[in-house]
């Protein structure tokens, strides 16, 4: 199976490919406060009914549902990008069978739009072709229509049948997957509860509280952990046009894909025919992040004039899995406009994208919606929308016991030595006159009793004395903090 970025160097830059963070992206910062990321979950073999699923491998032109003009454009673009490539080549490229492979090739050869170079055997597979001056000036047409070159896209209908069918068999993330993710970070029990249940119902939910605390390493160690796996074709067709879909930065392909399975003892006459559609991917469940960047414009198909093909939004790119919004209340659209543009589809299951042209397609809207805010609610929404979000956690300054156990581990990571009592000193004096610090405020004071450290020429050690340095230079004001935003206060 065609694992590749398909066509990243001709023209498959999006504008908006910055917007959109994967988990495996955003490990730094406050991941640290709790002893470091854990590396992500494992790839595992697809879900039996999941491949269940995968369309059967197309046969004849027909099956592809694709246009024998649109085939042949596609095929004619693979040889031009592709020197003189082989019909084995093109077929991997293409993700077809070898079958349908060839009867373009012929088709294209019939049309002197291309023409054998050589072959190293009578083998078919093993020809090499290469355009001729027709076919040269048939594929300068062709790419003025569209750059893409990549795997056979399915088309729309194709991708509505699927995602229908894989929304009935997809349950929520286990119990036991949700409390191991929980279990590499610092949390009051009820805290963790209210997480626990919450990411388990699969429905929206709103992390909220004072910045610096952790809401996005929650979400990010739900992502590393996230189980299951979904399929997702490398291109859509709909409306004339091509959107690409699969994105290696973000769809991880699953071990044991089916594609690459051989065909059982005495079983290879009929494997060809029964082996699975090649034009899609088995991959780990995605988990994608966008942050304060995010605006009207990115929700919707992006058309690259250069490349002349849309990019996939972000929420086609999350389907099946998770869609995290960070700094909620941050982005280059208002709040209420996001959750009206996401929370409708989330409720009827679908949404409308539009192409550029105006023309639109409906398709499904399967994602686990997470947000994370440091503002308050009450100035951040209305009843309204706040209703339709049924699940809000407050992630609250730690207590004395988790920053005591946050500031154990952060000198552990950092090599800084640090007795109990030192630390018990630490805690007491940040907390002394009812002050409740931020968990971020273990990293950051180590950080500068590290770089004081370096400055004495000494090895760095957490003691009453280093504390109180750090602790001039980190807070002249005391714990006091005065927001310049509406946020949650100390």
């Avoid at 590749?4 to 910055?18: A, I, T």
């Avoid at 770089?451 to 714990?479: C, H, I, N, V, W």
Wanted: net charge negative; glycine share 6%; proline share 8%.
């Amino acid at each position: 199976m065609f694992q590749n970025d398909p066509y990243r160097d001709e023209g498959g830059f999006s504008p908006d490919d910055d917007l959109v963070r994967t988990f495996g992206q955003a490990l730094g910062g406050l991941a640290k406060q709790s002893g470091g990321p854990a590396a992500p979950a494992a790839v595992k073999e697809p879900d039996a009914a999941l491949l269940a699923l995968v369309p059967p491998q197309p046969r004849t032109l027909p099956d592809t549902r694709l246009s024998r003009a649109f085939l042949t454009e596609l095929a004619l673009k693979t040889i031009h990008y592709s020197g003189q490539p082989s019909a084995n080549h093109i077929t991997e490229r293409m993700c077809l069978p070898p079958a349908i492979v060839l009867e373009l090739l012929s088709m294209l050869t019939d049309d002197h739009l291309c023409e054998v170079v050589s072959s190293s055997n009578a083998m078919a597979g093993n020809y090499r072709y290469r355009l001729t001056a027709n076919g040269i000036d048939r594929v300068k047409d062709a790419l003025e229509r569209s750059r893409y070159a990549g795997p056979a896209p399915v088309t729309v209908e194709q991708y509505i049948e699927v995602m229908e069918q894989q929304r009935s068999v997809r349950s929520h993330s286990s119990r036991e997957t949700i409390e191991e993710a929980l279990s590499e970070l610092v949390l009051a029990p009820e805290v963790t509860d209210n997480l626990a249940r919450s990411l388990h119902s699969g429905r929206c939910v709103l992390l909220y509280g004072p910045s610096g605390n952790g809401k996005t390493v929650v979400l990010e160690a739900f992502a590393r952990h996230l189980d299951g796996t979904v399929l997702v074709p490398y291109s859509i067709y709909a409306q004339g046009q091509i959107i690409r879909v699969f994105d290696s930065s973000i769809h991880v392909p699953a071990l044991g894909a089916p594609a690459s399975t051989p065909p059982p003892a005495g079983a290879e006459d009929t494997w060809e025919t029964a082996r699975p559609d090649e034009r899609w991917v088995a991959v780990r469940r995605p988990a994608v992040m966008v942050g304060g960047e995010l605006s009207a414009e990115s929700l919707e198909l992006a058309f690259d004039p250069v490349s002349r093909f849309c990019q996939a939004p972000p929420q086609l790119k999350a389907q099946g899995g998770l869609l995290i919004v960070d700094d909620f209340g941050r982005q280059r659209i208002r709040p209420d406009d996001l959750l009206s543009r996401w929370l409708t589809p989330l409720e009827r299951g679908s949404e409308t994208l539009t192409f550029q042209t105006g023309e639109k397609i409906s398709v499904p809207f399967d994602v686990h919606l997470l947000f994370a805010t440091n503002l308050k609610m009450e100035l951040l929404l209305d009843q309204s929308y706040l209703r339709r979000i049924l699940y809000k956690v407050e992630i609250p300054n730690p207590g004395p016991n988790e920053f005591h156990e946050i500031l154990r581990r952060v000198c552990q990571e950092r090599s800084v030595a640090a007795s109990d009592e030192a630390i018990r000193h630490v805690v007491q004096r940040l907390y002394e006159g009812g002050q409740r610090p931020r968990a971020s405020h273990a990293r950051d004071i180590v950080d500068i009793v590290v770089q004081s450290a370096s400055y004495d020429g000494q090895e760095p050690a957490l003691t009453p004395e280093a504390f109180e340095k750090a602790f001039r230079l980190f807070l002249p004001g005391g714990m006091a903090e005065v927001p310049d935003s509406p946020t949650y206060q100390d």
